[in-house]
């Protein structure tokens, strides 16, 4: 509340969309409704003695209501799930951070304890948690244990590395020669950087027969000719913000917490746009939002990013068309950020932009920007929400379509590399026929992901499992940069991407080369599937299942508590960088 609440006029047609709800208006008829009959069906005057006896009565309950809901949590063993009612509500979270007993919300601070006993990992004691004293396990050392984890590890056999995440990066220059080739660029001359988020696109509608070549004729014909497209791509944050914070950080978001750039925007860490600023380039944010939601201007300027290109500037520009209820329409703000990268390129400058789009932002309606077939809105018959997300991504497609047919014909074209890929998870929206309920896991973590450009020599798709956090490893790589980096991210051309991590109010999920384990509603432990090469756990419902690795799902689960607890206390980066083998 503290965070968000100057952001409420940012975000006033999402809320009035979602607090347009049924279940909304139902509580809020039933509690008009309450208060009116308290009011008229008393007879008794304010202050007599009967109601001062019931208003003692009342206190008392209240009082001993809060007082269980408080003390609960510890009387009872493993039975309350973290996140319910009784064990972990939202105003037992507001009490305890603002008496300053926890620096952390939802079910990290409930867990410490059950993690502790049932897997018997040496995590500090919670009084060391609370007052913020050095760790006696620094959570880094799991950080780089994740980083170092490949699929089949036993976890438990993993060394932390000396240098913990702090390293220099180096890529060896017969790789970078390789994959300039690979990509069509000159190997001897700078390259320019783009990375391209989509606001809410998802995988499943991106590659489904039906409706992607409907909705995504354009998109899809780029990557065929000119892109490597991986098919299997995830993401573990659960809004923009998040998403953003992964993919520029290689790093695992905050998955419960506040977001990083809102509340840690100063943690101290290596993102990309560091790297691509001291090797002399311009770093460039384009965003049509204002550069001070969510703190985004702070952090990014601490990170590296020198010059920002928000909504004020577009509006500048006199562009004003909206497509949907946020920002400036996609067609408009992505010609104006290729005429931004074209005169820094004129000049002589060579660019590393990161662009997030906002056309396909909640709320979802048909637009006439973006219509779709009559097949399309006949199946999403009764599901206007639906047909309004299909809606909006017919439009995106044509808009960044006609984008990078531009940037291809432009003097930068030939020395271009755009990183294109989905923002966040979104499970926002249903689709409107049946799918399973491992299906709906899956959909929503995944987003559509590639590496584009105008030469590329062998376009082509990969099957294995990749990872947000894999994105700018692979920049680095292709534009020869070497720094020091406290990233968890591998690269998405190494051969295995980074395993996909996310803790929903249910439990863990994750998804390695091998396996994919969700956490269903009312199960405590995850259901796990093999998933061979070949397969896709998005579209194959008859996968094999498989037991759980309860090693591997436990130090999952230590990865994001290690992660959330580095971010918070600043201990992603607490020792000297250190030289690394080249990578």
């Known amino acids: 509340v503290k965070h968000h609440w100057g952001e409420l006029g940012s975000i006033k047609d999402s809320i009035t969309n979602l607090g347009s709800s049924i279940r909304i208006l139902l509580a809020f008829c039933c509690l008009v409704s309450a208060v009116v009959y308290a009011l008229f069906k008393s007879k008794i005057r304010v202050w007599s003695p009967e109601v001062r006896r019931r208003s003692a009565v009342g206190g008392a ?5 809060a007082s269980l809901m408080r003390l609960v949590p510890g009387w009872v063993d493993h039975g309350i799930k973290p996140n319910s009612v009784v064990a972990d509500n939202v105003l037992l979270t507001w009490w305890r951070q603002g008496f300053q007993e926890v620096q952390f919300a939802s079910w990290l601070k409930n867990e410490i304890k059950e993690w502790d006993e049932k897997y018997d990992f040496e995590y500090i004691h919670s009084e060391d948690f609370q007052t913020n004293e050095g760790p006696t396990n620094p959570p880094y050392e799991m950080l780089s244990k994740f980083r170092d984890y490949r699929d089949g590890m036993d976890p438990n056999q993993i060394v932390a590395s000396p240098n913990s995440l702090a390293r220099t990066f180096r890529p060896k220059s017969d790789t970078v020669r390789r994959l300039r080739s690979d990509l069509g660029l000159d190997p001897h001359k700078k ?4 990375i391209l988020l989509i606001e809410s696109i998802r995988q499943f509608e991106f590659d489904h027969p039906t409706i992607g070549p409907m909705v995504f004729p354009r998109l899809q014909e780029q990557f065929k000719k000119r892109g490597i497209y991986f098919e299997q791509a995830y993401s573990s944050g659960a809004n923009t913000s998040r998403g953003h914070f992964s993919t520029l950080c290689s790093m695992l978001p905050d998955v419960v917490g506040p977001t990083t750039y809102l509340a840690h925007p100063k943690t101290r860490m290596d993102c990309v746009q560091h790297l691509f600023r001291d090797a002399g380039y311009r770093t ?7 550069k001070g939601f969510g703190q985004m201007d702070v952090a990014e300027t601490f990170h590296g990013t020198q010059e920002f290109y928000d909504l004020n500037y577009f509006r500048g520009q006199g562009i004003t068309h909206k497509v949907g209820e946020w920002g400036v329409a996609d067609g408009e703000f992505l010609m104006e950020v290729l005429n931004v990268m074209k005169k820094a390129h004129a000049n002589g400058d060579h660019v590393f932009a990161n662009a997030l789009t906002i056309s396909t932002h909640h709320p979802f309606y048909v637009v006439p920007e973006g219509p779709i077939p009559q097949k399309l809105m006949e ?38 590399v755009v990183f294109l890929l989905g923002d966040q998870i979104f499970r926002g929206v249903k689709p409107s026929f049946p799918v399973t309920s491992a299906q709906m896991m ?39 940069l070497s720094g020091p980096v406290t990233w968890v991210g591998r690269g998405l051309l190494q051969g295995e ?6 803790h929903n109010d249910d439990g863990i999920i994750y998804r390695t080369r091998s396996r994919v384990c969700y956490t269903f509603v009312g199960k405590k432990r995850p259901d796990c599937w093999k998933t061979p090469p070949g397969s896709d756990p998005l579209y194959d419902i008859h996968l094999e299942p498989v037991s759980e690795n309860p090693h ?13 607890r580095a971010i918070v206390n600043d201990w992603v980066k607490d020792r000297p960088i250190m030289p690394d083998s080249s990578q």
């Open 442 to 480: 899956e959909l929503g973590s995944r987003i559509p992901t590639g590496i584009l450009t105008k030469n590329m020599k062998k376009p082509r798709r990969i099957s294995y499992p990749v990872h947000q956090a894999d994105v700018v490893p692979t920049a680095v790589r292709i534009a020869g």
């Open 61 to 65: 309950i209240l009082f001993l209501g």
């Open 497 to 502: 991407g980074t395993p996909y991590l996310f």
């Open 284 to 290: 460039l944010w384009l965003n049509a939002v204002n």
């Open 379 to 416: 199946l999403g018959d009764g599901h206007p929400d639906y047909q309004g997300y299909l809606s909006r991504f017919r439009y995106a497609d044509n808009a960044v379509g006609d984008f990078l047919d531009a940037l291809w014909e432009s003097p930068m074209g030939e020395s271009t």
């Open 552 to 564: 591997q799902t436990r130090f999952f689960k230590n990865v994001l508590f290690e992660n959330r």
């Open 191 to 194: 390259v320019n950087v783009l």
